[in-house]
């Protein structure tokens, strides 16, 4: 089993900049990717971005070049610094990871960009 704690969320104003960190504890060898999603008020759960252990990582077309995502493996941390906020970014991000699949979430953290 494993534990994901987000924190860094909160209200930011158009353009500004955010940082989430996350980080995972309990059973480590089931983490092999880690990433990011959210979901806002009315809509479906939606990818942010992935970093896998090894490999390229993804990012969702509308933050492409805003958001950038990475991780600290010794401390068994990822991040998602978040740049040039928009309205359309407010919802509640979540952090997963898991060694096949993304198996366990975080209870998520809240993330408002208005003025």
């Known amino acids: 089993q494993v534990q994901l704690v987000e924190s860094g969320g909160g209200l930011v104003q158009p353009g500004g900049s955010l940082r989430l960190s996350c980080v995972a504890s309990g059973s480590i060898f089931e983490i092999n990717a880690m990433g990011w999603y959210r979901q806002a008020p009315g809509k479906e759960r939606e990818l942010v971005a992935i970093?896998?252990?090894?490999?390229?990582?993804v990012y969702a077309d509308s933050v492409k070049g805003r958001f950038f995502i990475s991780r600290d493996s010794a401390k068994n941390t990822v991040y998602l610094q978040m740049n040039s906020l928009k309205p359309e970014d407010t919802a509640v991000y979540y952090c997963?990871?898991?060694?096949?699949?993304?198996?366990?979430w975080g209870q998520g953290t809240q993330v408002t960009v208005s003025s």
């Open positions: 970093i896998p252990s090894a490999g390229i990582t």
């Open positions: 997963t990871c898991g060694r096949v699949s993304f198996d366990y």
